[in-house]
């Protein structure tokens, strides 16, 4: 199986620095812009300077606005949208995607109403089996990886042909993809991440140090993990790149929007002025932490970070009181 020319479909920070891994390991890349000034730039000046400024694009690698011309004779498709766009655009997609083209997930996210994973969506708009979707995954801060920092990540399928295809495809001199088939717990780890980052960014956000980052980076994990473990995950995904190693990526570095968008919640900002603040760019946390609190509930797992997350976001909880609440609930064993 080999994967020579990809198509990827949106034109952000990760699916720009994506396309340019996918360029990098000598892949043919075409990329699709939403907005037609930023397909030209990416073209013609070799740049995508509102998401990635300072960053040289190669010349294996051009954009078009126009998703069948993008599309035409694609080996693979990525797709970089945000979670809560992905059913939307996949539907004005899929008539155009090659037959038998691997489709490759980008997005952390959890849908809001369906509760559905972001393969699940493309399985069920696409109409593709699940062996033919790749989910990415792990500590992946795309300005990082712009710029060439060394990093890896997690390429996860039911189909290790398939994973291994995309893995020849984005291996590179500064980027290491490993394979894994837990797709479910992948998925699961990447959209939960970013809500235990809005909760350490809140903190920082606060004046709180490292103790109380290591504190919500392990008990978020505990909470994650849990989620997992109920809806079939394989547990060593929370030990791995795309669990324990982008927590503390997206936690830690102030390149995280979710992180950035809970230190702003922390310092008072209301998430008005957050959202305005990001430009436009995704903090799925923000809305993740609603369809993750959903998800658990219903399958009666416990996540009270998340649902102090949920809160905070959605019905205006301070988030003092939120912290708060989270020290003040009952007394427990450390893994019960
Ligand atoms: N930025 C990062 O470092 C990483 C992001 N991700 C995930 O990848 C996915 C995409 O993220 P980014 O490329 O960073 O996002 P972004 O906000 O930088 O870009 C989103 C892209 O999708 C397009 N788009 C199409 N329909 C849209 C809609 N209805 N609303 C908003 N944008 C729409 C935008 O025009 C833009 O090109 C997210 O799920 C994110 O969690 C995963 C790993 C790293
Ligand atoms: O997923 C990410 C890093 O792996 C990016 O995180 P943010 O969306 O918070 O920037």
Redesign the pocket.
């Given at each position: 199986m080999d994967v020579q020319r990809v198509t990827v479909l949106?034109?952000?920070?990760?699916?720009?620095?994506f396309a340019k891994v996918l360029a990098d390991a000598g892949r043919d890349v075409t990329m699709w812009?939403?907005?037609r000034e930023?397909a030209a730039e990416i073209r013609d000046s070799r740049g995508n300077t509102g998401?990635l400024p300072g960053v040289r694009l190669p010349e294996n690698l051009t954009a078009t606005e126009d998703a069948a011309e993008a599309l035409d004779g694609a080996d693979a498709v990525v797709l970089?949208?945000?979670?809560?766009?992905l059913r939307?655009?996949l539907t004005r997609w899929r008539e155009l995607l090659p037959a038998g083209a691997i489709l490759v997930s980008?997005?952390?996210?959890v849908e809001l109403g369906t509760l559905k994973r972001?393969s699940e969506v493309i399985a069920e708009i696409s109409g593709a089996p699940e062996h033919q979707i790749v989910v990415?995954?792990g500590p992946?801060?795309?300005?990082e990886?712009a710029r060439e920092q060394p990093g890896a990540a997690v390429l996860a399928c039911s189909d290790h042909e398939r994973a291994m295809a995309i893995q020849r495809a984005t291996s590179n001199a500064y980027f290491r993809p490993y394979t894994n088939t837990d797709v479910v717990g992948c998925e699961l780890a990447?959209a939960c991440k970013?809500v235990i980052a809005l909760s350490c960014g809140m903190a920082a956000g606060m004046g709180f140090g490292a103790n109380t980052m290591a504190t919500l980076i392990t008990r978020g994990l505990a909470e994650m993990a849990r989620l997992g473990a109920k809806l079939g995950a394989d547990a060593q995904t929370f030990a791995g790149l795309a669990g324990v190693g982008d927590l503390v990526a997206t936690c830690s570095s102030p390149?995280?929007?979710n992180r950035t968008f809970g230190e702003r919640l922390g310092r008072g900002e209301t998430v008005e002025q957050a959202q305005q603040a990001a430009g436009?760019?995704?903090a799925?946390g923000v809305m993740s932490c609603s369809s993750i609190r959903e998800l658990a509930q219903t399958t009666g797992v416990d996540m009270p970070i998340t649902d102090a997350m949920h809160r905070v976001c959605h019905e205006s909880l301070d988030p003092r009181a939120a912290g708060a609440e989270l020290l003040g609930r009952q007394n427990k064993h450390e893994w019960s």
């Open positions: 949106g034109s952000g920070s990760w699916g720009t620095a812009a939403r907005r930023i998401y970089a949208v945000p979670s809560q766009s939307e655009n980008l997005a952390k996210g972001m990415v995954s992946n801060l795309a300005r990886i990447g970013n390149l995280s929007r436009g760019q995704v799925e």
